[in-house]
């Protein structure tokens, strides 16, 4: 239900996570639950978020706000029932600011900062522009955001071929 949840966390996070508890072989599949689960939340809130705007009273957006709450209240519990897994050692402490003189890494970095700019035009300027400056009903924008997390879910992960036993996929596996 969180659609924020994606560009407030970071997909940085759940890589450190993968990383200190799926072996490589394990990551691509991880990775890809992942992103599926987290497309069905989307979705599922987009459509909740569209009867809250079609009913446009105070008590069906007070029930969306506590259904977020659930929500992270399940994923505390779910979280809570993973094993606790020692901190990985470190053989070497790297040198401060090597990151900063890493040209690739830095491309990398800011290529994924301007293109999670998506996520922030999606959920938040779209749904402010519709609502404020045009005469579509609010309930405009969670199709949207419905059609869109569809449309990612299903038409992008075909289009590139990137499939668990693809070269792509291997080579960072």
Do not use: Q
């Not at 993968?18 to 989307?42: D, I, K, M």
């Not at 749904?127 to 449309?151: E, I, M, S, Y």
């Amino acid at each position: 239900m969180d659609s924020g949840r994606r560009a407030s966390r970071g997909e940085a996070v759940e890589g450190g996570e993968l990383a200190g508890t799926e072996r490589p072989e394990g990551r691509v599949h991880a990775f890809a639950t992942l992103r599926a689960v987290a497309n069905v939340g989307v979705a599922f809130g987009a459509g909740l978020a569209g009867f809250a705007l079609v009913a446009d009273t105070g008590w069906a957006y007070r029930m969306l706000v506590v259904g977020n709450v659930v929500t992270y209240l399940v994923s505390a519990a779910l979280i809570m029932r993973l094993p606790a897994y020692p901190p990985a050692r470190r053989p070497v402490r790297p040198r401060p600011g090597r990151a900063l003189r890493d040209g690739p890494f830095l491309a990398v970095a800011g290529a994924s900062a301007v293109l999670s700019l998506h996520w922030v035009a999606l959920t938040l300027v779209l749904p402010l522009w519709v609502v404020t400056r045009t005469d579509a009903p609010p309930v405009t924008v969670a199709a949207v955001l419905l059609v869109n997390t569809v449309l990612r879910s299903t038409v992008a992960p075909s289009s590139t071929g990137a499939t668990p036993g693809s070269p792509c996929c291997s080579r960072y596996g």
